[in-house]
Nanobody
Framework: QAQLAESGGAVVQVGGSLRLSCVAS????????MAWFRQAPGKEREFVAA????????EYGDSVAGRFTITRFNPKNAVYLQMNNLPLEDTAVYYC??????????????????WGQGTQVTVSS
């Protein structure tokens, strides 16, 4: 059973930083593309960041580009999201997602079909 477990969500001040973690099990992590999505109350799910199976190519949503960094550490089946300079608009539930067996040199945003339960990030003033 493929599973993803997020952690690291918290309440942070505007302008602060936070790092989210996601640990995968039940899938071949080394061949999986990994991504982060988020959903704020009353809004649609939004793409945040993704990384190809080999960690070579990263892609970011327009609203977070330049502030967020996605990385992976395959020996721990882990993917991370470093979030800096957080505005109120970053408040959302953040979800980790996987695209299994994705031997692609590029990212297909619609192919992520394994999801974690989410972790709440709240940016306060």
């Amino acid at each position: 059973q493929a599973q993803l477990a997020e952690s690291g969500g918290a309440v942070v001040q505007v302008g602060g930083s936070l790092r989210l973690s996601c640990v995968a099990s039940g899938l071949n992590f080394n061949s999986a593309g990994m991504a982060w999505f988020r959903q704020a109350p009353g809004k649609e799910r939004e793409f945040v960041a993704a990384l190809t199976w080999n960690g070579v190519t990263a892609e970011y949503g327009d609203s977070v580009a330049g502030r967020f960094t996605i990385t992976r550490f395959n020996p721990k089946n882990a993917v991370y999201l470093q979030m800096n300079n957080l505005p109120l608009e970053d408040t959302a539930v953040y979800y980790c997602a996987a695209d299994p067996d994705a031997f692609r040199p590029f990212i297909r945003r619609t192919e992520f079909n394994v999801w974690g339960q989410g972790t709440q990030v709240t940016v306060s003033s």
